[in-house]
């Protein structure tokens, strides 16, 4: 708090100092150039201040543009000469929706000419909307029972290595629930540990686990799928888990390195129900062997190279990839092959591909 209320003196100082400059150079000058609104509610809605302005020269000054930091911020205001000697006004209005805490906004005034600026800072300290477990946990599971997050992931896990991560369910029922859990199974190593039951109006932890054994040959993508059984209610749609298995690099000046071209195949508009075909290059631009760990075409693709396939430094391979277009005309379909290999700088690569049904 200490450092942001420095902060917060260290711009108003050098705002402070800008207006003195201004004030001297500019023919358009504010009895204020700033306001704070103090403290504020985020419920109450938006708040305004009039600034007033005096032209000190001789000729009219004719506000032509004025520029905010931010889209919370807007102004109102004249487009009307103020004469010589003469006062305008124009209001400015903060919306705090979405803000916390301390804000800065700045508004900048020019005139038609460009010769007259001006730059006015508005502040506040906002006091956000006090958010429920209903805001807060936005999915429906099942019955009272709700999520922020539906999906899970867990990105690289190294073999041997075991990691849990935590999804939180909030019971936003005026009684107690039972929970269970309907899992895809111990698939890829994943265990989930759930509580028995979750209070009302509070929340709980539920646990996944993967752990993935050494010496196996386990690599590349892992899908799990939980469901949640509230009270006896099975979820409409699962918690989807994900991660990606690869090896425990070592510290080492050998290494390989995985060139795709393209990683994006586009096989142009063709006739529906079709199996079409590219050739495509995958080499290695490092200086130790680049091994397949994994290869794993998703359903209607296809790929030349399989797991364990080796390519040498330097080598690069002519791969034919293939995939099966749609039966519906004016439809894109989309595919792709997740490919893990020993790269330790990116393990895991995803060849996207793309036909379009004529």
């Not at 099966?324 to 004016?330: A, C, L, R, V």
Request: proline share 5%; hydrophobic share 35%; net charge neutral.
């Amino acid at each position: 708090m200490k450092a942001k209320a420095l902060l917060t003196t260290i711009l108003t100082l050098s705002f402070s100092i800008v207006h003195a400059q201004e004030e001297l150079n500019s023919a358009l000058v504010f009895e204020t150039y700033e306001w704070d609104f103090g403290q504020i509610n985020e419920a109450d809605g938006v708040v305004q201040h009039t600034f007033r302005f005096v032209n000190i020269s001789k000729d009219p000054i004719q506000i032509d543009n004025v520029s905010t930091s931010c889209g919370c911020t807007t102004v109102l205001y004249s487009t009307q000469p103020v004469a010589g000697g003469e006062y305008g006004e124009l209001t400015v209005a903060f919306d705090p929706s979405r803000t916390e805490g301390r804000v800065l906004r700045e508004v900048e005034v020019f005139t038609k000419d460009r010769r007259n600026y001006a730059s006015l800072m508005i502040t506040a300290d906002v006091n956000p909307i006090p958010m429920g477990l209903e805001q807060i946990y936005p999915h429906l599971l099942a019955g009272t029972v709700k999520t922020n997050a539906k999906r899970c992931n867990f990105g690289y896990i190294t073999q041997g290595d075991k990691v849990t991560r935590i999804v939180r369910v909030a019971n936003v029922g005026d009684k107690t629930a039972k929970l269970s859990v309907v899992t895809t199974g111990n698939r890829y190593g994943m265990s989930v540990e759930c509580p028995e039951i979750v209070t009302s109006q509070d929340v709980a932890s539920i646990h996944i686990t993967y752990d993935i054994p050494k010496g196996k040959n386990y690599f590349g993508m892992a899908r799990d799928t939980i469901w949640v059984v509230a009270d006896g209610i099975k979820s409409e749609e699962p918690i989807v888990v994900n991660a990606i298995r690869v090896e425990k690099f070592k510290e080492s000046d050998n290494k390989p390195v995985i060139r795709i071209e393209p990683a994006y195949v586009e096989f142009g508009v063709k006739a529906p129900g079709k199996v079409y075909k590219k050739t495509i290059v995958i080499g290695n631009t490092g200086n130790a062997d680049l091994i397949f760990r994994n290869v794993e075409p998703m359903e209607g693709t296809a790929i030349s190279i399989e797991t364990g396939q080796v390519i040498k430094p330097g080598k690069e391979l002519k791969v034919t990839v293939a995939i099966t277009n749609s039966t519906i005309p004016n439809n894109a379909t989309l595919g792709s092959i997740n490919l893990t290999t020993n790269d330790p700088t990116r393990p895991f690569r995803e060849l996207r591909l793309q036909v379009d049904t004529k």
